[in-house]
Every structure is written in structure tokens, then in C-alpha cells.
């Protein structure tokens, strides 16, 4: 595959006036949407993460285009201009070095300022490593949780997987390779032997995914210090089954506001045990 692909026929049409969050590809230059090359064929200015890397991308399809830095340091120079650009009616795309902006990326300034003065925002949807990661753990996707880059330090980041132990959704994080290791040796320590994955190098030439319990990733050798980009993604908790002492809290409760009939229908359903059995409790309960 050619590293530098050909650039396909543009579209013609012009851009509306407004700020464009534009998706760039992960890894493979191909992972560009044909609707992002015209927003960035078409825009007046680029704000880019890196213009390096900016410059590469744009390079890489035949484009020429006007970019300047936009991260969270030059944010208090460039987030003016840019502002003022709009106000003007100019189009702007900003991006990120790889995947969404504002995904663990700085914008969300840049887009709540655009907004706030009037200016149009557009998404112009594309390559995301969260998703691409969601979509290969082989863990439930119905319910999931982004949580970023955890603490760098042991022990604020064990306590960071605290606030989310309880939370039965899959958990999405980002991490380094220097300290892979030693986060996934504090998940495992707080969350158990949940299924989890972890993703390296999605969309590249190395792409690996390594599927298996915290606690087998946490021992296992290829985690230390790997090279690349990558996603951790740990599954679920198991819901534990309510018990007998449960229920009756649950129904005591509701019996100070609620008949025993509507008491075990609240109860049943919060709890998920049978209403008959939970009506039969109430009435005990009530007598008492």
C-alpha cells in the first residue's frame, strides 16, 4: 500500500462559514473521510495540534493549506484569532495530531468560545481510537464508560479506579507504554479478574490486540514497556444478586411511603426478585 495514497476529486461545493471538528486518521493515511479532505481542500485555516504532523497529512493528499498551532499552550494567542476569523465569516478546521479532537485532545475550549459568540460548529466525523478499540475488545458495547488517561501515580490512580468500580458499563481508558504495566497491576488490584483487552497500534502496520483477564494481562511480559500507541479496555463487573436483608431494607422503605402491594412492586423492580415473594415479605413486615 503506498504510504502517500492519491488524492481522489474534491468537491466543488463551498464551505459554509463556521468551525469544523474535523476527524484524521489514527494510523493508516487511508482512514480519511473523502467529506474531511474537503473541509480541509476548502477551509482557510488549519489548527492543528502539531503543524508537523498537520503538514504530513496535508502533504500526504496533494494539499496545500494555511495551518497554524492550536493546543493548550498556545490556546491564549491562537484561540483569538481564530475567533475573530469566525466572526468574520471564515471556516476554519481544527484537528488533532490523530483520530477526533476534543477525544483526550485540546478544542473543547476553542468550540464552547465559537459557540458562545454565535459561530456554527460542524463534526465531521472519522477515525477514533476509542471506537476502533470498542469495536475489537470483544467486550459489550452497549454501555461505555471514556476515562481517559488514568493518574500517572499508583496511588491517586488506584483511588481513580475506585470512583469507577462500581460503574457496569465496559471502562475505556488511554495509557502509555512506559506505564502500561503498572496500571494494569492497579486495575486488576481494584477491579479484579474482569475481561478486559488491550489494544496497541490500532490501524498500523503493528497492530495487536490482546485479549484476557486483568489479572493475566497484569503478568503478562508483552505488556512491559510496548512501543505505540494504545487502549485499554476492561469489561463490566458482575452484578451480585440481591439478598434476603436487601430486600427488606428496600421494603422497609417503601413501606413508610407506599401501600405493601405497591411496596413490592417498587422493590421487584429496583431489585429484580418476584414481586409475589416481596408482597408476602411486605405484609409480614407490616404487621410488625
Known sequence: MSRHPPPPALSEAPLDPGLYVVATPIGNLRDITLRALDVLAGCDLVLAEDTRVAAKLLSAYGLSKKVERYDEHSAERSGPK???????GGRLAQISDAGTPLVSDPGFRL????????????????????????AVAGLPTDRFL?????????AARKAFFEELA??????????GGSRL?????????????REAAVARELTKLYETVTRAPLDVLAADPKMDF??????????????????AADADTA??????????ADAAAEVAKALGLPRR??????????QK
Open 82 to 88: 481564530a475567533l475573530a476569523l469566525l466572526a468574520q
Open 111 to 134: 468550540v464552547r468560545e465559537a459557540l458562545a459568540q454565535g459561530s456554527a460548529v460542524y463534526p465531521i466525523p472519522g477515525a477514533s481510537a476509542l471506537l476502533a478499540g470498542l
Open 146 to 154: 471514556f476515562a481517559g488517561f488514568p493518574p500517572p501515580k499508583s
Open 166 to 175: 462500581g460503574i457496569r458499563a465496559t471502562l475505556v481508558f488511554f495509557e
Open 181 to 193: 504495566a503498572s496500571s494494569l497491576a492497579d486495575m486488576a488490584a481494584v477491579f479484579g479478574p
Open 226 to 243: 510496548p512501543k505505540g500507541e494504545l487502549v485499554i479496555l476492561v469489561g463490566p463487573g458482575r452484578e451480585e444478586a440481591a439478598t
Open 251 to 260: 421494603l422497609a422503605d417503601a413501606l413508610t411511603r407506599l401501600k405493601p
Open 277 to 286: 415473594d416481596l408482597y408476602r415479605r411486605a405484609m409480614e413486615l407490616k
